[in-house]
């Protein structure tokens, strides 16, 4: 009997566990996810992007971060929530989409990233605000916006000034990309481009993937098909850049004489995973589909949370040098991307 109650309770014991943090961090994910959903009908209704909303959102509601029951679940969702749905991304992308537009435009890309993370930590450090926050901007404008922005957030060490610059360039990139789907159909439409290069310029330049397909479409479906497949290969190049930061950034803890702490990169081994999945056809498409659509729903809770934990008064004093920042970055790499089409 006493063996047959210890195996019971051993049975019992992980899935006692797991309610009781499913209970803790109810109130707070639900809070994230109403103001996730909020924020699709605002963006559905007034054409605003879903991103803003939902950060906007999240900041109006920050208030409720007094209350202690609504914390473990914002937490969960500014951070375990977020990693999933940046893992979800690999189902965006296929080995033969990299193949179909061919070597140049692809090097073109990697290299655009690679250079505006350099130029914005570059600048960054010449204008006293230190490496990080470069290399938080630098990411976001030259990879995917604001879902670059709090991947390489998660790997860096936690603070509160970390927290500081994560919501601000999630505010800033986002401004500054919907200010660009505007703007550069102008530029490709100024310039004569052609559709394979507006096209080109579109996807490697504008900051996150709805605003690439608004602009894009904008032109015309051509344009928007190869602006949307450009900007892909962006995302995909936030595995390579989050691993390198996370090693780098524990490898200088250790050389410190301390121990990392910091969390290991899952997320980007299952971005890999469903990456190789996704390109073999392994997963009924309508399944793809599915958790493809689902990775925007889990970064927009994961946006939201971030707003709610998160003061707008600490944002507002993070000053005027970098939102000078930003627009640095986001003008080299569109003049990145211009000179090499105009030179190919």
């Known amino acids: 009997m006493c063996c047959g109650q210890q195996f019971y309770n051993g ?3 992980p899935m006692t566990d797991l309610v009781a943090k499913a209970r803790v961090n109810w109130p707070g994910v639900c809070l994230a996810a109403t103001l996730a959903m909020a924020a699709s009908f605002l963006s559905m209704r007034y054409g605003a992007p879903a991103m803003l909303m939902g950060l906007l959102l999240g900041l109006a509601f920050h208030f409720l971060m007094e209350n202690p029951r ?5 937490e969960l969702s500014a951070t375990q929530i977020l990693r999933l749905g940046v893992a979800l991304l690999g189902l965006r992308i296929t080995f033969t989409d ?3 537009l061919g070597w140049l ?3 073109g890309v990697c ?3 690679l250079l505006t993370i350099a130029f914005g930590t570059l600048c960054s450090r ?8 470069g290399v938080l901007t630098g990411g976001s404008v030259g990879i995917c916006g604001a879902s670059a922005a709090m991947a390489i957030s998660s790997v860096l060490p936690g603070s509160d000034k970390l927290k500081q610059e994560t919501l601000f360039t999630v505010i800033g990139v986002t401004t500054l990309s919907t200010l660009a789907m505007v703007v550069y159909p102008l530029i490709t439409h100024a310039l004569n481009l052609n559709e394979t290069e507006a096209g080109i310029f579109i996807g490697a330049t504008i900051h996150d993937v709805a605003q690439v397909v608004g602009a894009g479409y904008s032109i015309s479906s051509e344009v928007g098909d190869l602006s949307t497949f450009v900007k892909l290969l962006r995302v995909a190049m936030l595995v390579p850049v989050v691993l390198c930061i996370s090693l780098f950034v524990r490898q200088r803890v250790r050389a410190g004489g301390t121990q990392s702490a ?8 299952g971005f890999v995973v469903l990456f190789i999945v996704n390109s073999l056809s392994l997963l009924p498409k309508e399944l793809v589909a599915w958790a493809s659509g689902g990775a925007s729903w889990l970064l927009l809770t994961a946006i939201a949370a971030l707003g709610v934990r998160t003061s707008l008064k600490n944002v507002a004093g993070v000053g005027v040098r ?4 930003m627009v640095l970055e986001t003008v080299f790499l569109a003049l990145l991307a211009l000179g090499f089409i105009l030179l190919t």
């Open 11 to 13: 049975e019992q014991q």
């Open 70 to 74: 609504v914390v473990p679940g914002i």
């Open 98 to 100: 990299l193949i179909e």
């Open 105 to 107: 435009p692809v090097a």
């Open 111 to 113: 290299v655009g990233v």
């Open 126 to 133: 010449i204008m006293g605000l230190g490496t990080q926050l």
């Open 262 to 269: 910091l969390p290991i990169p899952w997320f980007l081994v």
């Open 322 to 325: 970098p939102i000078i920042l």
